[in-house]
């Protein structure tokens, strides 16, 4: 199975900042990942597909990159509803796994 | 707008066999590429998926879990059903279900993510 591994696993950030998020997989992925932004309570909702293709309707202060092991989420001018777990998923081969959750807190 | 909905117990005794239900609507089950997996998180936990059906009835299982799980689809219903057998309390979990979006060739499906999901439902695991 190909390890999921995010840092860090929790931050705080404040109102409009910038953050970064990183997810490294155990094995070269090309370019099928995936993240999840989970609000507390609520079920997981996609962001960015493919690395860096962003879902029809999400903001476009979030954007991803990388590609192989190595991957970033940004979040540009963090918004109130940005308080929340992200997730990273491969999907280069199954077993899917998503990697252990990055939880942003407010500072 | 596609929306999807759990259905199932809340409480299992160890052992016994989980049927759990997903309810979708905004998509058809039938038509080419289209997919409902399975995810479930342990509270305060990450994420694991569990098992995956496509259109044409193609079916994935996590590995870890094959030997327990069932998924089957219900087309005239617009449903899923997962089961698992032999229930034990690390099985407590939030059980999802989800629209399943990606790629497919004639050959295969590849690059599974999923970009709609249920409301989850929480199933517990005791005596």
């Known amino acids: 199975d190909i390890q999921m591994t995010q840092s860090p696993s929790s931050l705080s950030a404040s109102v409009g900042d910038r953050v970064t998020i990183t997810c490294r997989a155990s094995q070269s992925i090309s370019g099928f990942l995936n993240w999840y932004r989970q609000k507390p309570g609520k079920a997981p909702e996609s962001l960015i597909y493919?690395?860096?293709s962003l879902e029809s309707g999400v903001p476009s202060r979030f954007s991803g990159s990388g590609s192989g092991t190595d991957f970033t989420l940004t979040i540009s001018n963090l918004q109130p509803e940005d308080f929340a777990t992200y997730f990273c998923q491969q999907s280069y081969s199954m077993p899917l796994t998503f990697g252990g959750g990055t939880k942003v807190e407010i500072k | 707008q596609i929306t999807l909905k759990e259905s199932g117990p809340t409480l299992v005794k160890p052992t016994q066999t989980l049927t759990l239900t997903c309810t979708f609507s905004g998509f058809s089950l039938t038509s080419n590429g289209v997919g409902v997996g399975w995810i479930r998180q342990p509270p305060g936990k990450a994420l694991e998926w569990l098992a995956l059906i496509y259109w044409n009835d193609d079916k994935l299982y996590s590995p870890s879990l094959n030997s327990r799980l069932t998924i089957t689809k219900d087309t005239s219903k617009n449903q899923v059903v997962l089961t698992m057998t032999n229930m034990d309390p690390v099985d407590t979990a939030t059980y999802y279900c989800?629209?399943?979006?990606?790629?497919?060739?004639?050959?295969?499906?590849?690059?599974?993510?999923?970009?709609?999901w249920g409301q989850g439902t929480l199933i517990t695991v005791s005596s």
């Open positions: 989800a629209h399943r979006r990606g790629y497919c060739t004639n050959a295969n499906c590849y690059s599974n993510w999923f970009d709609h």
């Open positions: 493919a690395a860096s």
